[in-house]
Antibody
Framework: QLLESGGDLVQPGGSLRLSCAAS????????MTWVRQAPGKGLEWVSV????????FYADSVRGRFTISRDNSKNTLSLQMSSLTAEDTALYYC?????????????WGQGTLVTVSS | DIQLTQSPSTLSASVGDRVTITCRAS??????VAWYQQKPGKAPKLLIY???SLESGVPLRFSGSGSATGFTLTISSLQPDDFATYYC?????????FGQGTKVEFK
């Protein structure tokens, strides 16, 4: 199970930190991703972090502004977002990567809403 | 970057219809394709992985096929619970890409 939190209304240029609490699986054994969905739009991959936390990748749209991290001792995934713009307004999902399922996402949280507006 | 283009964007169908959704890649992506179903207000649900493997618990009326640049998701007999938006997804070892989605609605 995955449970996101931290979504809020933030002003353009501001920062926000999202969290995702994991349970029911060996968290440190799996890569984790963030995927977002703007209102009424499709899915957009944001970032991924390896199980150990040593490898990270980002979408071009967020690279340099967002930082993904994890605390395996607390089974928690995080996304630090800065220099936010209206284009970052979206529902942010965390999702588990399934190696046995072709690196697809077999478990998703319910999402946390980030609204960037003045 | 690899682009995924789904067609159609919207599909009108009736219960019992056979439905096919296509996902085309801008370059060959082997079989690293997954399909998801998303209902309003809900998180996506994995249906198919590695182009044709059915995720555990997903009804057998769902199937996937294809390779290289062309992939399809087929629902053999559309059920009321299947009206939703479907997305294809590709993984390329450092990023994931989604198609723009196909909404399956009541005819």
């Amino acid at each position: 199970q995955l449970l996101e939190s931290g979504g809020d209304l933030v002003q353009p240029g501001g920062s926000l930190r999202l969290s995702c609490a994991a349970s029911g699986f060996t968290f440190s054994s799996y890569a984790m991703t963030w995927v977002r969905q703007a209102p009424g739009k499709g899915l957009e991959w944001v970032s991924v972090i390896s199980g150990g936390g040593g490898t990270t990748f980002y979408a071009d749209s967020v690279r340099g502004r967002f930082t993904i991290s994890r605390d395996n001792s607390k089974n928690t995934l995080s996304l630090q977002m800065s220099s936010l713009t209206a284009e970052d307004t979206a529902l942010y999902y965390c999702a588990k990567v399934s190696y046995s399922s072709g690196w697809s996402n077999d478990c998703w949280g319910q999402g946390t809403l980030v609204t960037v507006s003045s | 970057d690899i682009q995924l283009t789904q067609s159609p964007s919207t599909l009108s169908a009736s219960v019992g219809d056979r439905v096919t959704i296509t996902c085309r890649a801008s370059q060959s992506i082997s079989s690293w394709v997954a399909w998801y179903q998303q209902k309003p207000g809900k998180a996506p649900k994995l249906l198919i992985y590695k182009a044709s493997s059915l995720e555990s618990g997903v009804p057998l009326r769902f199937s996937g096929s294809g390779s290289a640049t062309g992939f399809t998701l087929t629902i053999s007999s559309l059920q009321p619970d299947d009206f939703a938006t479907y997305y294809c997804q590709h993984y390329n070892f450092s990023s994931w890409t989604f198609g723009q989605g196909t909404k399956v609605e009541f005819k």
